[in-house]
């Protein structure tokens, strides 16, 4: 099969060009001047299928690289499949995602790998890779740190938070960054003073603060930027590369580019939700049938910053400046019905997160519109940069010969409703949007996974398991 699109604009993270995109079989063959001559060749006449681009952008497909698909989490389990959550990662544009493979403490991280990798096979509508989560480093996890590099699973997450579920102490975070260093993996931190935390949790609910607004106001931004802070020392200590996820607080941005600045190997990734909402939007927020426990919708970790702050304008800005190099969305949803509403009396019962999957380079895309960011910078961090960052860069997050050809024709005069209803956009396995009634200024016309079209003109037209595994290389800005 041998697709030609033609008369686009193609962005790349580099720069813009009107050419054509020739993709034979699963990969991009070549990258042509537009009119698809060459050297007197008629390509479009020697193809099976021409897609016309005209007005529309070419862009590399979006690769989210922090998803949490069906993980289990506080007694149940995110409520989007590899099926059902992949299926709208592509209608939203997005061809790749990097998942989590969950060990919780006591847990051995090969079963867990082996449990994860069984999970998605056969479910996913686009490509798929796994960092690993370590929550108790035994010794055993150690060893598999270097099993799991010839998977190609390079990067590893901690966390300083959720003591007796997923908190490491120092010492632990030492002894796998020690082994980071070693082995050239990528060491991914949640970076929030989880002991903070709890003792301030405690108190609001004594206090009877039991409404979600107070996740926030317990999870303050002092506890996001010390950890930030203590997890920076410990990489300068062992030398490991350290990538802070889910940055929310200006302070913990702050910490990073001060490091970067020092020439330490310090990444930061923010989230679609620390750029357009609030604490006191969102988690503040009430409605004639949930009350003040509405702000469930938007329960995740870290929480929704304050306006009044000023984080989300200084998230946008570092995303300019890279300060932050990327943006993922940290897809974690839960329904209210039966999974949030598990905290309706106490907000430290609800499940965290939030789902985004689908709206990212939508969300994106729109910073564009408004001039946060340039277009390229879009490509650069929804597809480029998370490429490079966990080793798939070449084949993914580029478009060029011998690249995969995942590709997403995106119509800047198109236009995207999100939420539910009649002419909204919606595909998520929730039963609400955390975006409804976003307004997004373009338009997701086709996707295309490996030379594969699975989304044309709002209709689905891919196959469950469409979607391959993508062993990782180590990460390509390290050297
Ligand atoms: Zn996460």
């Given at each position: 099969m041998k697709t030609l699109i033609t008369n686009g604009l193609v962005v790349n993270s580099t720069g813009t060009a009107l050419a054509d995109v020739l993709i034979d079989g699963e990969t991009i063959a070549a990258v042509l001047a537009?009119?698809?001559?060459l050297l007197g060749f008629d390509v479009a006449a020697n193809v099976d299928a021409v897609i016309d681009a005209r007005g529309k952008y070419v862009i590399p497909g979006g690769i989210d690289a922090h998803t949490h698909m069906e993980m289990p989490f506080g007694g149940t389990s995110?409520?989007?499949?590899f099926e059902t959550g992949t299926r709208a990662a592509a209608w939203g544009g997005t061809t790749s995602i990097v998942d989590f493979v969950v060990q919780y403490a006591g847990e051995n991280v090969i079963d867990q790998y082996t449990l994860w990798q069984a999970k998605a096979a056969g479910q996913c509508a686009i490509d798929y890779g796994f960092h690993q989560i370590l929550s108790d480093v035994q010794d055993s996890s150690l060893v598999a740190m270097d099993e799991l590099l010839k998977e190609g699973v390079s990067s590893f997450k901690l966390f300083m938070a959720y003591k007796g579920v997923f908190l490491s102490d120092d010492g632990q975070i030492t002894k796998a960054m020690q082994k980071a260093a070693s082995n050239g993996s990528m060491i991914m931190m949640h970076a929030e003073n989880g002991s903070v935390i709890d003792l301030l949790v405690q108190q609001a609910i004594a206090a009877?603060?039991?409404?979600?607004?107070f996740h926030g106001t317990t999870r303050p931004w002092q506890a996001e930027e010390e950890a930030t802070h203590r997890a920076i020392m410990l990489a300068n200590l062992t030398g490991a590369p350290l990538y802070v996820v889910h940055v929310s607080a200006k302070q913990a941005v702050a910490q990073i580019a001060t490091a970067r600045d020092a020439g330490q190997n310090v990444f930061g990734e923010t989230c679609p939700q620390y750029l357009y909402l609030s604490l006191e939007e969102q988690l503040a927020a009430s409605s004639t049938?949930?009350?003040?426990?509405?702000?469930a919708k938007w329960v995740c970790s870290t929480p929704l910053r304050s306006r009044e702050e000023g984080h989300q304008h200084h998230m946008w800005q570092s995303l300019r400046t890279n300060d932050i190099q990327m943006v993922s969305t940290d897809h974690c949803p839960f329904c209210m019905k039966g999974q949030k509403d598990?905290?309706?009396?106490?907000?430290?019962k609800i499940p965290n997160g939030i789902g985004s999957v689908e709206h990212r380079m939508d969300l994106l895309f729109q910073g564009v519109v408004d001039k946060q960011i340039s277009l390229e910078r879009w490509v650069e961090v929804t597809s480029t940069t998370p490429a490079r960052m966990f080793g798939m860069y070449g084949k993914k997050g580029v478009i060029q010969p011998?690249?995969?050809?995942?590709?997403v024709i995106y119509d800047p005069n198109g236009h995207t409703s999100i939420g539910f209803g009649e002419g909204r956009s919606h595909h998520m396995?929730?039963?609400?949007?955390?975006?409804?009634g976003f307004e997004i200024?373009?338009?997701?016309?086709t996707v295309i996974s490996r030379g594969k079209v699975i989304v044309d003109d709002d209709r689905y037209l891919g196959t469950k398991g469409d979607g391959q595994y993508v062993p990782r290389g180590l990460s390509q800005y390290l050297i």
């Open positions: 537009p009119g698809s001559q995110a409520s989007d499949t009877g603060n039991t409404s979600p607004y049938e949930w009350g003040t426990f509405e702000g598990m905290g309706l009396n106490d907000f430290s011998g690249a995969d050809g995942d590709v396995n929730m039963d609400y949007s955390a975006w409804e200024d373009g338009h997701v016309d």
